[in-house]
């Protein structure tokens, strides 16, 4: 059985597993089991057992976040550093992230428009939401760069480390000498096992995902889907269009390449993300998959990739758009043309002001909502629902960062096609994915 099968696997019996949990403990509305036995399954077992796996598992990807970001960008940048390609990259990842986030808000605000998800809605839940802390523009714009890079690596700001990295590895590409071939040899060493650590990790995968997924589904209620349906599945729906429709279109038409190639080498990179609901801790697993199954130059992923997972929300872009226009008719507000286009411009850009920022799309949301004049305490009545759509909405991410790494790098002579057709490459060649 293949990594991905058993990861699938691992999905489908955490959910199976959850759910007859969480019929069997008849848990009230405060999500208190009824009977002792129930209890003792609540705290030893669900909150005991498999939350401790599941959170060791997440632990045990975020250890490797920053040090293979920070490696990995100081050797694309180290490599690009002597040539004169690192604007035009940079410009058109930044560019293509930035209008599939504009496109993806404004089909999220079109498809909510024609559902209308908030007729009939009792506002009665409104009333328990606090909205977080805002940063000031001054502050975001000054917080980008790093005072402290050994801080910004602790408290795994990415932005931040992303910035050093760039400088640090432009900086060994002119020492030259021997200093800076020594240094260089280093960081390609230190990739090389830091990759291996990865994959170390990715065989241990089912069975975190097993166990996050019981520990979810045992504490989501069916009846909490079932009150936001008409919210839930617009917002389901705009996922799955964008991330394979706009995604596969937008592949084919600027690279010429089967987007059903990548989109099956990416499907355990999905699952992963689906599981974990954190881009930051997929990028060591999709960075290892773009790179060793898609043909992107490490050049290109190191920056992309990391980058993406800090800057590219189109999964949660697509959450607020549909949001807004759900909490609008929830309240009978009416904000019209002008008020849909603020939607967008603030969405796309606060996709990067507030990329450093804990329960980034709850803040970004915030933001979105005050634009326009709507009541934040209207995120009271989608927070029900928001965990399982937090978890799709990661996967249509990090299936965007891919398709930018696989564009850019095909514009940029740094693909290797071959390899990228090759759709034998994940079994035959890869360890992890050999059972």
């Avoid at 079932?226 to 705009?238: E, I, N, S």
């Amino acid at each position: 059985m293949t990594l991905t099968n058993k990861i699938l696997l691992g999905m489908v019996l955490g959910l199976v597993v959850g759910v007859i949990f969480n019929l069997v403990l008849g848990a009230d509305e405060n999500q208190v089991p009824a009977s002792a036995v129930g209890q003792w399954l609540q705290t030893y077992v669900i909150d005991g057992v498999f939350d401790i796996i599941g959170q060791i598992f997440i632990a045990s990807l975020k250890l490797l976040v920053v040090p293979l970001v920070f490696v990995s960008l100081v050797c694309g940048a180290a490599a690009l550093g002597g040539q004169s390609r690192m604007g035009a990259l940079a410009t058109k990842t930044l560019g293509l992230y930035f209008c599939c986030t504009s496109i993806a808000v404004a089909l999220a605000i079109s498809c909510a428009v024609f559902v209308q998800p908030g007729e009939n809605v009792d506002m009665a839940t409104a009333s328990s939401f606090t909205a977080p802390e805002i940063p000031s523009i001054k502050e975001t714009l000054i917080d980008i760069v790093p005072s402290n890079p050994l801080q910004s690596m602790v408290e795994a700001n990415m932005l931040q480390i992303i910035i050093f990295s760039i400088l640090f590895g432009l900086a060994i590409s002119r020492t030259g000498g021997e200093a800076g071939s020594n240094i260089m040899q280093l960081f390609n060493n230190l990739n090389d096992v830091i990759l291996r650590m990865v994959m170390m990790l990715m065989q241990l995968a089912p069975y975190g995902v097993f166990c996050l997924l019981v520990k979810l589904f045992s504490s989501l209620g069916v009846g909490a889907i079932l009150d936001l349906a008409k919210y839930f599945f617009t917002v389901l729906f705009v996922l799955f269009l964008h991330g394979i429709g706009f995604y596969g279109l937008l592949i084919k038409t600027l690279s010429g390449l089967s987007p059903v190639v990548l989109f099956k080498k990416m499907q355990k990179v999905m699952l992963f993300a689906f599981s974990t609901a954190s881009s930051n801790a997929t990028i060591p697993i999709t960075l290892r998959t773009v790179e060793h199954d898609l043909g992107v130059d490490n050049k290109v992923a190191s920056f992309s990739i990391p980058l993406g997972a800090t800057v590219n929300m189109d999964g949660t872009a697509i959450m607020q758009g549909v949001a807004t226009v759900f909490i609008a008719q929830a309240y009978n507000i009416d904000i019209g043309i002008a008020g849909y286009l603020m939607v967008i411009l603030t969405a796309t850009l606060a996709s990067i002001g507030t990329a450093g920022v804990p329960g980034v799309g709850l803040v970004t949301l915030t933001m979105v909502l005050q634009s326009v004049g709507l009541p934040v305490e209207g995120i009271a009545l989608i927070i029900g629902v928001d965990r399982l759509l937090d978890m799709v909405r990661t996967g249509v991410n990090v299936a965007g960062d891919a398709v930018v790494a696989v564009i850019v790098a095909k514009s940029e002579n740094m693909l290797d096609i071959e390899r990228y057709n090759d759709m034998t490459l994940n079994a035959e060649n890869d360890p992890v994915e050999k059972s």
